[in-house]
């Protein structure tokens, strides 16, 4: 194992991007990083299991004749170079074939979560600007309320929905299409982030992201040629599109998609049937999986060499539970969608590990704490998590898309998250600084939830905070102030789950509405959710503290 010290002192941003690139920080193409280079064998790319349990396997030469076919019937379509194609798709082969093909012609492919509803598909559709959207039956009808939705392919179309058919257009199509090189700093993907302002924002990320993926990969990840790697993350979010698609794909290393819905069984099963060997996922599966006891531990036991962890701080517990039980280290990674991971317990380097620490700065990256006015802070001292961007050459976020980034701040980028440093260079999570809410590992802004539940005739104002969860980290409560005509009870709270959850995402309703006469705000009209976050922490500790005097 090399040491992270000297891996971090010695890191050189040229010589890191030869290794990992078959083209060059100047000229490349992302399909040919990620499907083409590995193609001339018979190496497996892509392992497909259903929730039936129905399987296949896809080798690179098998997806890059796809991708050609699909590459061609997107620029029938009109789609070139800078243009973008969104998939609403759920983890099938189709998925990545229309990944492959739209970063073949030189174009910016967009995720478009499956839990999503027609709300946030059209603002995400619109802000882009998406040519084309490519979607299967399950997911088709939330298309229909997208006002001046792209052209769309469908898998299956039905016969009469004016859609394209995915399968018959791919095979009428011509079998080869010629890469289309572009410049480093071009986009190859098109991202968007919750807020707590507005709605969720763009951002691009360039092709020569993909050297950060890599490093990721291998540094903290520690994906050997020998390992059998299921990364749990839906690639219809950051996590799963950086590290379950492009970053393994781009080191010529299978894949695997599980396409049903997140249980025990199956993940015991999945583990068993792939001889997983290198697992990642979010603390919350982590958690479901623990609480499942020796119906998750008999199965798997043996058969993991590591497993780490993104999307929210780790618990101790987890990490005491996977070495007690399963003789498995588990380390925690910390990132966000602006810029991949970059602060981690590193499978791959030596480095002390410390209890309830993030980790150090990936090779390549240099992560400080700021004070309020921004300057650097010493250790032992809470601040803004932030990246020197001009000492981080791995470091790609170049602002959101069409809009102000008011994250960047001279050299720096603001994480909004608080951490401290300790005193041997690792830094310790503490706490978001802002009001995004993290909840079963997803970053849900608070305004998103608020803007669908005004959308209800019978609300006239509304609050979401993240209330602290021990199984979520945060759960989604609302404070909802209604029209004089309408009375806050079960049912309508009810109501007003199922309305958000049908407009914005599954994953984003309020699991608990509370209705009020007025809410916390400033004498200039602000909301003030920390007053409400407040309350409900409050509430909670006197609660706790009734529990343990009784």
């Known amino acids: 194992m090399r040491d992270y010290s000297a891996a971090a002192r010695t890191f050189n941003y040229p010589q890191a991007a030869g290794a990992a690139l078959a083209g060059s920080l100047e000229v490349l193409n992302a399909c040919v990083e990620c499907c083409d280079r590995h193609a001339d064998g018979e190496a497996v790319a ?18 890059r ?16 170079p800078g243009d973008r194609v969104a998939g609403l798709m759920p983890r099938t082969v189709e998925l990545l074939v229309t990944v492959l093909a739209t970063w073949r012609l030189g174009a910016v492919y967009q995720p478009l979560f499956t839990a999503f509803g027609p709300k946030a598909i059209e603002h995400r559709l619109h802000a882009s600007g998406a040519k084309v959207v490519v979607t299967e039956p399950g997911n088709r009808a939330k298309l229909d309320d997208v006002a001046h939705c792209p052209s769309i392919v469908c898998v299956h179309a039905r016969q009469g929905s004016g859609d394209l058919d995915f399968h018959t257009a791919l095979k009428a199509a011509a079998p080869e299409c010629e890469p289309v090189l572009m410049p480093g700093d071009a986009p190859f993907l098109m991202m968007f982030t919750s807020g707590t302002t507005g709605p969720a924002k763009p951002l691009q990320v360039p092709l020569r992201a993909i050297v950060a993926f890599q490093g990721y990969m291998r540094d903290a990840i520690d994906l050997r040629p020998e390992d059998a790697f299921w990364n749990l993350a839906d690639p219809g979010w950051a996590y799963g599109l950086y590290y379950a698609v492009t970053g393994p ?8 998609f599980f396409d049903g819905p997140f249980s025990v069984e199956s993940t015991c099963r999945v583990i068993d049937k792939y001889r997983i060997t290198n697992l990642a996922g979010s603390p919350t599966a982590y958690r479901l999986l623990i609480a499942a006891g020796e119906a998750f531990c008999a199965p798997v036991k043996g058969r993991l060499r590591v497993v780490s962890s993104a999307g929210e701080p780790l618990n101790p ?11 498995v280290t588990i380390h925690d990674h910390y990132g966000q969608t602006e810029l991949g991971m970059v602060l981690c317990n590193h499978h791959g ?13 990936i090779p390549g990256h240099r992560i400080v704490v700021l004070d309020d006015q921004h300057q650097e802070l010493p250790a032992g001292q809470p601040g803004i998590l932030a990246v020197d961007r001009e000492q981080s050459p791995l470091c790609w976020f170049g602002g959101y898309h069409g809009l102000p980034t008011k994250s960047f701040v001279g050299k720096y980028y603001l994480s909004g998250d608080t951490v401290e440093l300790n005193p041997d260079g690792s830094i310790s999570f503490v706490g ?4 995004v809410i993290t909840t079963s590992g997803y970053r849900v802004g608070p305004f998103d939830v608020e803007s669908a539940l005004i959308e209800h005739p019978a609300v006239i104002e509304a609050a979401v905070i993240g209330k602290p969860c021990p199984e979520r980290t945060e759960l989604i409560k609302a404070f909802v102030v209604l029209g004089s005509s309408h009375a806050g009870d079960d ?5 007003l789950r199922q309305h958000v959850r049908q407009r914005l995402y599954a994953h984003a309703y309020p699991r608990e509405i509370e209705f009020v006469s007025e809410l916390p705000k400033t004498p200039s009209g602000k909301l003030q959710r ?18 343990a005097s009784a």
């Open 46 to 63: 892509l392992y497909c299991e259903d929730r039936d349990g129905h399987a296949a396997s896809y080798r690179f030469s098998e997806l």
């Open 65 to 80: 004749e796809r991708a050609a076919r699909f590459a061609n019937v997107l620029a029938a379509l009109g789609v070139g």
């Open 249 to 256: 794909l781009s080191l010529g290393h299978a894949t695997l």
């Open 317 to 327: 517990e987890v990490i005491r539970w996977f070495r007690e039980e399963l003789d």
């Open 349 to 361: 380097l030596e480095h002390p590990v410390n209890p309830g620490s993030a980790g150090y700065a």
């Open 432 to 435: 978001r600084s802002d009001d």
């Open 491 to 495: 049912q309508l709270a009810e109501t």
């Open 530 to 547: 920390f007053i409400l976050r407040n309350q409900e922490i409050a509430l909670q500790q006197q609660a706790h503290a009734h529990k």
